[in-house]
């Protein structure tokens, strides 16, 4: 059974940082591009990152990449995206997705994690 599961959402301060955790099982992770999606309140889930198998990394938005961080454990099955200098903007649902090729689209992306919530509030 593929499962992806997110942890490591929490309620920070302006300037602060998390670490999420991506911990996949049922697949070959080693294979598979993982992507990081968000969601904020109201709005559609959109593209944040996505990490392919060999470790190209691509930001889908750009304002991010020198905030955001993305990286990978095959030996864990666990991918992990770096969250600095959080900004309120950044509060959403963050969720992981996997597939064999990175895409910015949800359809592009074949399993999904149910997503932890960040909320970015002083």
């Known amino acids: 059974q593929v499962r992806l599961v997110e942890s490591g959402g929490d309620l920070v301060q302006p300037g602060g940082s998390l670490r999420l955790s991506c911990a996949a099982s049922?697949?070959?992770?080693?294979?598979?591009?993982i992507g990081w999606f968000r969601q904020a309140p109201g709005k559609e889930r959109e593209a944040v990152s996505c990490?392919?198998?060999?470790?190209?990394?691509?930001y889908y938005i750009d304002s991010l990449k020198a905030r955001f961080n993305m990286s990978r454990d095959n030996a864990k099955d666990t991918a992990y995206l770096e969250m600095n200098s959080l900004k309120p903007e950044d509060t959403a649902a963050y969720y992981c997705?996997?597939?064999?090729?990175?895409?910015?689209?949800?359809?592009?992306?074949?399993?999904w994690g149910k997503g932890t919530m960040v909320t970015v509030s002083s």
């Open positions: 997705a996997a597939a064999y090729y990175c895409s910015g689209y949800t359809s592009g992306m074949d399993y």
């Open positions: 990490l392919s198998p060999s470790d190209d990394s691509t």
């Open positions: 049922g697949f070959p992770f080693d294979y598979h591009a």
